[in-house]
T-cell receptor, first 115, second 111 residues
Framework: DTGVSQDPRHKITKRGQNVTFRCDPI?????LYWYRQTLGQGPEFLTY????????KSRLLSDRFSAERPKGSFSTLEIQRTEQGDSAMYLC?????????????FGPGTRLLVL | QKEVEQNSGPLSVPEGAIASLNCTYS??????FFWYRQYSGKSPELIMF????GDKEDGRFTAQLNKASQYVSLLIRDSQPSDSATYLC???????????FGPGTRLSVLP
């Protein structure tokens, strides 16, 4: 257990529905990342926050995806009007930046299945 | 476009042997390099990171970095069946940009 938690761990939804995932990072970590991973692939970057500011979004992130980190602590990732292609594992990672560098620690992930 | 490449495997080694996992990256400005282990159905787990050219050892694991060749590797000595997993290479670009992960190499250690 890295100290990063995600909720829910599994989600099954019908196409067209909205879903929201939550990530609670390690408490002193200032950066929080969202990734998507499909079978046989490495994690694919979606977006990241430094404290409450969203600093970068992948070009792959369509308008249906939105992420927030309102108080610089937990974060939510919402997918609107889900499509079958959204089925994947959604991973959250947190890190603490320092002059020595940055190391990301992953949560257990939320596995999404869109029917 | 930043890219990280790994052989997908599977790489099969007998128990007790040395497993060698390789990774190449395209962004010459990359500064930090990470190896993660991922068991099936689980999230990635950090094994090692390396910033400087040369070798870095931690227990049975050794990371090797050659920035001139844009190559990073992970050696696992005395491989155990519990080492059977997918090994992900991740590269961090300049100025703390987002991490880019390779597709992973699946390692199978045969008892």
């Amino acid at each position: 257990d890295t100290g990063v938690s995600q909720d829910p761990r599994h989600k099954i939804t019908k196409r067209g529905q909205n879903v929201t995932f939550r990530c609670d990072p390690i408490s002193e970590h200032n950066r929080l990342y969202w990734y998507r991973q499909t079978l046989g692939q490495g994690p694919e970057f979606l977006t990241y926050f430094q404290n409450e500011a969203q600093l970068e979004k992948s070009r792959l992130l369509s308008d249906r995806f939105s992420a927030e980190r309102p108080k610089g602590s937990f974060s939510t990732l919402e997918i609107q009007r889900t499509e079958q292609g959204d089925s994947a594992m959604y991973l959250c990672a947190s890190s603490l930046t320092s002059p020595a560098g940055e190391t990301q620690y992953f949560g257990p992930g939320t596995r999404l299945l869109v029917l | 476009q930043k890219e990280v490449e790994q052989n997908s495997g599977p790489l099969s080694v007998p128990e007790g042997a040395i497993a060698s996992l390789n990774c190449t990256y395209s962004d010459r400005g990359s500064q930090s390099f990470f190896w993660y282990r991922q068991y099936s159905g689980k999230s990635p787990e950090l094994i090692m990171f390396i910033y400087s050219n040369g070798d870095k050892e931690d227990g049975r694991f050794t990371a090797q970095l050659n920035k001139a060749s844009q190559y990073v590797s992970l050696l696992i000595r005395d491989s155990q069946p519990s080492d059977s997993a997918t090994y992900l290479c991740a590269v961090e670009g300049n100025y703390g940009q987002n991490f880019v992960f390779g597709p992973g190499t699946r390692l199978s250690v045969l008892p």
